[in-house]
């Protein structure tokens, strides 16, 4: 295989010494499995990795989705690709065995995933955002609608998509103009211009299942605001009672957005009910679109997260490939011209733009594990509270899950570029393309900014700031587990201050009471990347820990386990002190963004 | 029919390896390992010969050490119906031939397909031992198999092109290459595969005496490549292949 995508061995470092992943087969839903289940499924995940999208990520780059006016093409790669995650069972890996499922722990599914995203992360939509479709439908669905789309979507015969965003309602949701009427027979007649729609047209399935956001109209026209919407299932074919497909619905696609990357995932602009409105089935109940909608976000979220994370390692992985095969240049201290050109990757300034890679790369994704693990906890815990406590850290966590990773992926990205001196900027090597499909993921499933408001305006203060208590005295457990230990007590000792750094500018937002909302907000992007800089040296510390005992047995290993520390080093000496300087700016709710006025540009 | 398929553990393909630092073999710490890739190509010649109702049941047998089950476990997820592993770590081609010769003559199969070789000794030893030790016709190195009115047509894959043999059944085919592509454990057979049989023997149940009987003096790795040179015309180079190469005469 020629193409550099994650590291088995860190892979394995993250789930089995490091997150215990076997420690999940003691519950009841997993007690079939074991090491060598979980093994045989990450095989799995490699190989069709490999084989059926690693081999068009570049060709899928070169040949985006074209439309004719009538139909859309995608190169065929695209299809055996699909066809290969369904037969497989990836895209139903975590489902009950009664479904055709695995039953795998999301920590294994997630990890499943990100060797697809690592090979091929814009050819990854299609089938398994048909499975978080349809598990929206499995859940808030009637029997009738189970029976009818569900079940099709399940095996891989119907795809599906998300029908969120309008031209002029992006991040604001709540200000949508989609429509619904409701008819004598029940059904709804749907109208709505939606845009950027992944997946909205293609021919990998029979049949495509929209789920769409709309407003029901009442005598007094649409409920304003978030309250006002509702989810609607609009099949591109309706669905006969015996399962065939029924008579087109008025369902069109309007035109294809050309994108910088991620261009084997087809983005379409979708028209509802031009004709004569498209044929609507409500979801659940009316009103609760958005919390349905939502109740997938978070595993939407960590699979943002680790795509960006993924992608960074890609990239991290062969820059260091391409450095330790550049000769260029000597050492600073050898002033011979005769003598040989040495690797770049022998030069302390590209060992610095590896090492910040590694740094990077490698704490998102684990980052994202950690949180798919607290999906597992939040379903499979033994005790309630444990279950109830997993999913109010995951809830906190999520902007940052979804946040970091998409703001840090890139940079990385951008350093393996750089690695590559000129030839990074030209289309013949992979960088430059790991770079474009990854900018895509601090604007998409909420931006990066929206995220910021989100965590300083509502997850912080969740449980009544229970839950941000328990992230501090667990962050704050792990320091004193490095103190402990001679080799990382450095890191232990700098988490440690960092921890309480976080825990006063905490305390200082939540006294903040005779303020406007406007000036406590200005800074959410501040303070995002500031707890994001903690909990990334947290997990680099924790990891570290691990590193470290496991050298006290483990010498086979040792270059491995060195490196850990080193780039835990890398970050605790070299990031995390620029929280000191953000803290001081958040404490005195600096105003030099707010208060720029609109003439001064 | 029944089909009996031999399968070896063996170091991953896409991984590099090393010499080990005593120069006895290679170094295996901490190595990925896995189905033997030929191996592979067998057990999916069998799954397709099941598929098509050619087989009825298939048999995979491996001789390895204890971790060989995972491979076995492989070929069950694929498709295989149950297994056995004889445990002996390190054994030799003609030792794994004698035990695979016990077992055929316990089980009775209509068929029995190999790999040609295995990637890590590269010895392509074991189909053509176990033949001469049965008595079976065989069909080595196949790039095409039919098996019909009891017998099977085997494609060879041979230096000057095809050849085809038509064997008698019982009989055995050493898989090449391009015999097919091989499919992947899919997740809901990796559990299923858990839940078939897999008996576990010694040697001495075979009355097998696995002893080594060829030494290893000594593993080296290849010389690193030379520069290469050009040379002005093609006689040049027929007699540079000739005296310094000597690789044609
Ligand atoms: C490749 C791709 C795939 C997509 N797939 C889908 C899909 O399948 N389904 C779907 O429905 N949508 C999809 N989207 C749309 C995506 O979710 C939106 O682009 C995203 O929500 C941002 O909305 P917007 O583009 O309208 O930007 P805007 O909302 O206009 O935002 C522009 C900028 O303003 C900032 N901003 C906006 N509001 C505020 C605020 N209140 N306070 C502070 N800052 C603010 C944002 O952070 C951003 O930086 C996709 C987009 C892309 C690019
Ligand atoms: C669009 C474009 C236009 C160009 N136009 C021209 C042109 O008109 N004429 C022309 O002559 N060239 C041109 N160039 C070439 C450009 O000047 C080189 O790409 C640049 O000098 C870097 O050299 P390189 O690509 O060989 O990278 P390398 O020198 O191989 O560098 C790779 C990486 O190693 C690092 N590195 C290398 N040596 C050392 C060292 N001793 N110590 C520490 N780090 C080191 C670099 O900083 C870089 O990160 C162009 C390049 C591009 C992309």
Same mark, same amino acid.
């Given at each position: ?56 990520? *570049? ?75 349809? /598990? ?26 998300? #029908? ?26 749907? *109208? ?62 309007? $035109? ?65 490939? =391409? ?44 980052? #994202? ?52 001196? $000129? ?5 013949? =090597? ?37 839950? +941000? ?38 305390? +200082? +937002? ?34 570290? /820990? ?24 890398? +970050? ?30 | ?193 858990? @839940? ?43 007699? @540079? ?9």
């Amino acid at each position: 295989m020629n193409a550099k995508t994650l590291s088995a061995r860190d892979m394995d470092f993250i789930l089995y010494e490091w997150l215990d992943a076997c420690q999940l087969t003691q519950r009841p839903r997993y007690a079939e499995h074991s090491r060598e289940t979980f093994d045989a499924a990450l095989t799995t995940a490699r190989q069709v990795a490999e084989k059926y999208f690693a081999n068009h990520n *570049r060709k899928g780059d070169e040949n985006e989705p074209a439309f004719d006016g009538k139909t859309v093409t995608l190169i065929p790669e695209i299809k055996a690709a699909c066809d290969a995650v369904i037969e497989t069972g990836l895209t139903r890996a975590g489902r009950d065995y009664e479904q055709g499922g695995m039953q795998l722990p999301h920590l294994l599914s997630q990890a499943c995933f990100s060797w697809i995203q690592a090979a091929n992360v814009s050819s990854s939509v299609y089938a398994f955002l048909a499975q978080s479709a349809a /598990t929206v439908i499995e859940k808030f669905g009637s029997a009738d609608q189970r029976q009818r789309f569900f079940q099709p979507m399940l095996d891989g015969s119907f795809f599906g998509t998300m #029908c969120l965003t309008e031209p002029h309602a992006g991040s604001s949701l709540g200000d949508i103009r989609a429509t619904a009427d409701l008819q004598a027979d029940g059904t709804y007649r749907l *109208r709505a211009n939606k845009i950027f729609i992944s997946a909205g047209e293609h021919d990998l399935a029979d049949n495509i299942v929209h789920l769409v956001l709309a407003k029901i109209r009442g005598p007094e026209g649409v409920e304003p605001g978030v309250k006002g919407i509702s989810l609607f299932i609009v099949p591109k074919f309706l669905v006969n009672d015996d399962g065939s497909l029924g008579a087109r619905n008025d369902v069109q696609l309007a $035109g294809l957005f050309h994108k910088m990357g991620y261009r084997s995932s087809i983005s379409t602009a979708m028209n509802f009910g031009e004709q004569h409105g498209a044929t609507a089935y409500l979801l659940g109940e009316a009103g609760k679109g958005l919390t349905y909608m939502f109740h997938m976000m978070n595993e939407a979220r960590i699979a943002v997260g680790t795509g960006a994370a993924v992608l960074a390692v890609a990239g991290y992985l062969e820059s260091l490939d =391409y450095a330790r095969q550049r000769p260029q240049g000597r050492a600073p201290d050898n002033r011979d011209p005769r003598s040989p050109m040495v690797p770049i990757s022998e030069h302390a300034d590209v060992k610095r733009m590896l090492l910040e890679q590694k740094a990077l790369a490698e704490s998102a994704l684990a980052l #994202c594990l950690y949180s798919a693990k607290l999906v597992d906890d939040m379903h499979t815990h033994p005790d309630a509270s444990g279950r109830a406590d997993a999913a109010a850290m995951l809830d906190l966590l999520t902007p940052i899950i979804k946040a970091w990773p998409s703001e840090y992926g890139p940079r990385a990205n951008d350093l393996a570029i750089q690695i590559h001196g $000129g030839a990074g900027y030209t289309r013949e =090597y992979i960088v430059e393309q790991h770079y474009r499909d990854n900018r895509l993921n601090p604007i998409h499933e909420g931006t990066n900014g929206i995220q910021s408001l989100d965590l300083l305006g509502r997850k912080l203060g969740l449980n009544g700031g229970k839950t +941000f208590l328990q992230l501090l005295v667990q962050m704050s457990a792990a320091a004193n587990a490095a103190q402990k230990n001679e080799t990382t007590a450095e890191l232990g000792t700098a988490l440690q201050q960092a921890v309480q750094r976080l825990g006063t500018v905490a305390q +200082f +937002f939540a006294t903040q009471k005779n303020v406007p909302p406007s000036a406590l907000t200005a800074n959410s992007a501040v303070f995002l990347d500031f707890m994001g800089r903690i909990v990334i040296a947290w997990i680099w510390t924790w990891q570290a /820990t691990t590193a470290a005992n496991a050298l006290r047995h483990n010498t086979a290993d040792k270059d491995f386990y060195l490196g850990k520390l080193q780039a835990a080093r890398y +970050f605790i000496r070299r990031e995390l002190p620029r929280t000191v300087q953000q803290a001081e700016l958040l404490m005195t709710l600096d105003s030099t963004c707010l208060d720029m006025a609109d003439a001064w540009f | 029919m029944k089909v009996l398929v031999a399968v070896k553990r063996v170091v991953d393909a896409n991984v590099k390896v090393r010499v080990a630092a005593d120069n006895r073999g290679v170094d295996l710490t901490n190595v990925k390992m896995a189905m033997n890739p030929f191996c592979e190509i067998a057990v999916e010649e069998a799954v397709r010969l099941k598929e098509k109702g050619v087989a009825t049941e298939i048999l995979v047998v491996a001789v390895g050490p204890k971790e060989a089950q995972e491979q076995i476990r492989t070929a069950l997820a694929l498709g295989a119906d149950r297994g056995i592993l004889v445990e002996a770590a390190d054994a030799q081609p003609l030792a794994i031939a004698k035990i695979l010769k016990a077992i055929v003559d316990q089980e009775k199969p209509g068929l029995v397909i190999t790999g040609k070789q295995s990637i890590d000794g590269d010895n392509n030893q074991v189909g053509q031992m176990l033949a001469a030790l049965t008595g079976m016709g065989q069909g080595t190195f196949a790039s095409e198999v039919n098996v019909a009115d009891g017998k099977v047509k085997v494609t060879r894959e041979i230096d000057g092109g095809l050849q085809t043999v038509e064997l008698k059944l019982p009989a055995l085919v050493s898989t090449d290459l391009r015999l097919n592509e091989p499919r992947y454990a899919s997740l809901p057979n990796i559990m299923k595969a858990k @839940k078939k049989p897999l008996d576990i023997k010694a040697p001495a149940d075979f009355g097998v005496d696995v002893a080594p009987r060829v030494k290893t003096v000594k593993v080296e790795a290849p010389a690193a490549r030379k520069a290469g040179i050009k040379v002005k015309t093609v006689e040049e180079l027929v007699a @540079k292949l000739k005296n310094e190469a000597k690789v044609i005469q």
